[in-house]
């Protein structure tokens, strides 16, 4: 049933189809391609202010990423584990008429990260600033005040992303500060502490000497897929959202956060359509008008919203040679960019739960620097890479049998080149992790502890998900100047046509991933009703 209150989408208002969504909408439904958290936040959205949406998902599961498995009495989470800024599935809900604690039941969790070393030392990253500073102190002398200025610097970058780039889109610094305005000074100093000239890397290390806590903070990009010492020196925002909002568990795990927006949404009468891959979106010059589905089927759309990769939306599902500039105007700003990283992930039941392991752990590379140039920069696995580990059984015993864990373990590895066959790469690689677990993460018997295992490598995410080149992440962020930016949520060329998903603005995981819903959702729902985005329902 839909919501009341809302005028319905096909009743535009008075600059309805204007400037920003050339041509003129057919009659239909909107049409989401994708299930994934970026595709669900925008069909509750819709739906909530009155718009028709059908949902093509290919999978026969929604959720993307964030999918499940489960084998003899083990639960493992897929994809995403690490659940931060709460607040934004919160004003999602809120705006479904739901609050969010109506609908998880969510489990603040510190310390956030267990970190173990090569040479067997462990450090936690504590939410509390005054403690994590004082463990950092006593590791080295000068990096207690250098956190507490990290963390001082973190805020203001935070903030900045909240007044420019959170909850709109956007596709460059253009699109967001005025910089024919540059000269005045709130302008000025904003742009300064972008400090566009540096990387989230060089800030750290410009604050803090223990290697150990550099490569803690290092992986703030973790959540990006991208190498610290490439990424924009915005990104360490990361850090102050994170001790700001926590890091989060919701029972039944991350997996239940898709589950609750689908039964928001079919509350909300959308319908959803699995086992239903577009082929095609149909558009004229200037405007969409309906997609084709694999087995020949066609759906008109008044508009369509893509949670499908937002570059292969523009390479695959578009017709280049119908609209010739919006592909030109695309390829021309994203070409240089490359995808994110991939990732090996292994689940492990276990029959028994390790007592030094916190919910989020990560044993570290003996050489960050090794590790990142073989991702980043040469393509190839890491010969000692960083393991992330998630042990979900000491917040949710029921994800294992009595006694056990679902052990879950994610390396980051390149993104998918011509001629890596994962089939030949994954044996070894998988011996390559387990060694590094039983040596460095304390997991000695770990073998033998394994009932059931199942694994996914950088080609089974390429099949199941369809991104480009089995990036985890979308398009990585690197660039000093421009890596924070992703492609905006509003087609610039084709009116009717808008991304959300972590390969759009404001980016990967799962919060950005949600709030590009959103902003897709709220774009499209103002060109309909001509008005400015974000002006109806700013929260
Ligand atoms: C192993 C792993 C670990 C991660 N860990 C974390 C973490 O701890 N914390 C965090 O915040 N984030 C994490 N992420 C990232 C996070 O999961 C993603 O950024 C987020 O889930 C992406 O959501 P999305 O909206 O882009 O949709 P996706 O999950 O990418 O889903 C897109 C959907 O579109 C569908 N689709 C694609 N093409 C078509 C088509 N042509 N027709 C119909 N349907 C189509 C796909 O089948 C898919 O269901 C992780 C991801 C992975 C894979």
């Given at each position: 049933?839909?919501?009341?209150?809302?005028?319905?989408?096909?009743?535009?208002?008075?600059?309805?189809?204007?400037?920003?969504?050339?041509?003129?909408?057919?009659?239909?439904?909107?049409?989401?391609?994708?299930?994934?958290?970026?595709?669900?936040?925008?069909?509750?959205?819709?739906?909530?202010?009155?718009?028709?949406?059908?949902?093509?998902?290919?999978?026969?599961?929604?959720?993307?990423?964030?999918?499940?498995?489960?084998?003899?009495?083990?639960?493992?989470?897929?994809?995403?584990?690490?659940?931060?800024?709460?607040?934004?599935?919160?004003?999602?809900?809120?705006?479904?008429?739901?609050?969010?604690?109506?609908?998880?039941?969510?489990?603040?969790?510190d310390p956030q990260w267990r970190c173990f070393f090569d040479d067997g030392d462990r450090l936690d990253l504590l939410e509390n600033i005054e403690a994590m500073a004082r463990s950092l102190e006593d590791r080295h002398p000068g990096d207690g005040k250098g956190y507490r200025d990290l963390i001082a610097m973190s805020e203001t970058l935070h903030d900045i992303s909240?007044?420019?780039?959170?909850?709109?889109?956007?596709?460059?610094?253009?699109?967001?500060?005025?910089?024919?305005?540059?000269?005045?000074?709130?302008?000025?100093?904003?742009?300064?502490?972008?400090?566009?000239?540096?990387?989230?890397?060089?800030?750290?290390?410009?604050?803090?000497?223990?290697?150990?806590?550099?490569?803690?903070?290092?992986?703030?990009?973790?959540?990006?897929?991208?190498?610290?010492?490439?990424?924009?020196?915005?990104?360490?925002?990361?850090?102050?959202?994170?001790?700001?909002?926590?890091?989060?568990?919701?029972?039944?795990?991350?997996?239940?956060?898709?589950?609750?927006?689908?039964?928001?949404?079919?509350?909300?009468?959308?319908?959803?359509?699995?086992?239903?891959?577009?082929?095609?979106?149909?558009?004229?010059?200037?405007?969409?008008?309906?997609?084709?589905?694999?087995?020949?089927?066609?759906?008109?759309?008044?508009?369509?919203?893509?949670?499908?990769?937002?570059?292969?939306?523009?390479?695959?599902?578009?017709?280049?040679?119908?609209?010739?500039?919006?592909?030109?105007?695309?390829?021309?700003?994203?070409?240089?960019?490359?995808?994110?990283?991939?990732?090996?992930?292994?689940?492990?039941?276990?029959?028994?739960?390790?007592?030094?392991?916190?919910?989020?752990?990560?044993?570290?590379?003996?050489?960050?620097?090794?590790?990142?140039?073989?991702?980043?920069?040469?393509?190839?696995?890491?010969?000692?890479?960083?393991?992330?580990?998630?042990?979900?059984?000491?917040?949710?015993?029921?994800?294992?049998?009595?006694?056990?864990?679902?052990?879950?373990?994610?390396?980051?590895?390149?993104?998918?080149?011509?001629?890596?066959?994962?089939?030949?790469?994954?044996?070894?690689?998988?011996?390559?992790?387990?060694?590094?677990?039983?040596?460095?993460?304390?997991?000695?018997?770990?073998?033998?502890?394994?009932?059931?295992?199942?694994?996914?490598?950088?080609?089974?995410?390429?099949?199941?998900?369809?991104?480009?080149?089995?990036?985890?992440?979308?398009?990585?962020?690197?660039?000093?100047?421009?890596?924070?930016?992703?492609?905006?949520?509003?087609?610039?060329?084709?009116?009717?046509?808008?991304?959300?998903?972590?390969?759009?603005?404001?980016?990967?995981?799962?919060?950005?991933?949600?709030?590009?819903?959103?902003?897709?959702?709220?774009?499209?729902?103002?060109?309909?009703?001509?008005?400015?985005?974000?002006?109806?329902?700013?929260?």
């Amino acid at each position: 049933m839909k919501k009341p209150g809302f005028a319905s989408a096909h009743a535009p208002g008075p600059r309805a189809f204007g400037a920003q969504a050339p041509g003129r909408a057919s009659d239909g439904p909107v049409v989401v391609i994708g299930a994934g958290l970026g595709g669900l936040a925008a069909a509750c959205t819709l739906s909530a202010r009155g718009h028709d949406v059908v949902v093509c998902e290919a999978n026969d599961w929604t959720g993307g990423k964030a999918a499940e498995w489960k084998d003899q009495g083990f639960r493992f989470d897929m994809g995403p584990t690490i659940l931060t800024l709460p607040s934004v599935l919160r004003r999602i809900m809120n705006e479904a008429g739901h609050t969010l604690e109506d609908r998880l039941e969510m489990h603040r969790l510190d310390p956030q990260w267990r970190c173990f070393f090569d040479d067997g030392d462990r450090l936690d990253l504590l939410e509390n600033i005054e403690a994590m500073a004082r463990s950092l102190e006593d590791r080295h002398p000068g990096d207690g005040k250098g956190y507490r200025d990290l963390i001082a610097m973190s805020e203001t970058l935070h903030d900045i992303s909240r007044r420019f780039v959170f909850w709109k889109s956007v596709g460059g610094i253009g699109d967001t500060l005025d910089l024919g305005q540059s000269f005045r000074p709130e302008v000025m100093r904003d742009i300064a502490a972008l400090r566009m000239h540096s990387t989230l890397g060089r800030e750290i290390r410009k604050r803090i000497a223990n290697p150990k806590a550099v490569q803690v903070f290092d992986h703030f990009t973790q959540y990006v897929g991208s190498n610290p010492l490439q990424a924009p020196a915005v990104l360490t925002g990361i850090a102050h959202m994170q001790v700001d909002e926590g890091i989060w568990y919701p029972v039944g795990g991350t997996r239940a956060v898709p589950q609750a927006l689908r039964e928001i949404a079919e509350e909300q009468g959308v319908t959803f359509r699995t086992d239903s891959r577009v082929v095609r979106i149909l558009h004229d010059r200037r405007r969409v008008h309906g997609v084709v589905l694999e087995n020949g089927e066609t759906i008109g759309a008044s508009a369509v919203v893509s949670n499908a990769d937002s570059v292969r939306t523009m390479r695959e599902l578009i017709d280049r040679d119908r609209a010739p500039a919006a592909w030109r105007q695309f390829r021309r700003q994203w070409k240089k960019r490359e995808p994110a990283c991939s990732g090996v992930v292994l689940y492990l039941g276990l029959n028994k739960a390790y007592d030094h392991l916190a919910h989020h752990n990560f044993v570290f590379s003996r050489d960050p620097e090794e590790e990142f140039e073989a991702i980043y920069r040469e393509g190839r696995p890491a010969p000692d890479p960083t393991c992330y580990l998630a042990a979900p059984a000491r917040t949710e015993p029921g994800v294992a049998p009595p006694g056990g864990e679902a052990l879950y373990v994610l390396v980051h590895t390149p993104y998918l080149r011509p001629g890596q066959n994962w089939t030949e790469i994954f044996p070894g690689y998988r011996e390559t992790i387990l060694r590094k677990l039983e040596r460095a993460g304390g997991m000695p018997d770990l073998r033998s502890r394994i009932q059931c295992e199942h694994h996914l490598t950088p080609m089974d995410i390429h099949r199941r998900y369809a991104p480009q080149a089995g990036a985890i992440y979308g398009l990585a962020s690197h660039g000093r100047l421009d890596g924070g930016f992703k492609p905006a949520n509003r087609s610039a060329g084709l009116g009717g046509l808008y991304f959300a998903g972590g390969s759009a603005h404001p980016g990967p995981g799962m919060p950005m991933a949600l709030m590009s819903g959103w902003i897709a959702a709220d774009c499209l729902d103002a060109d309909v009703r001509g008005r400015e985005p974000g002006l109806a329902r700013a929260g």
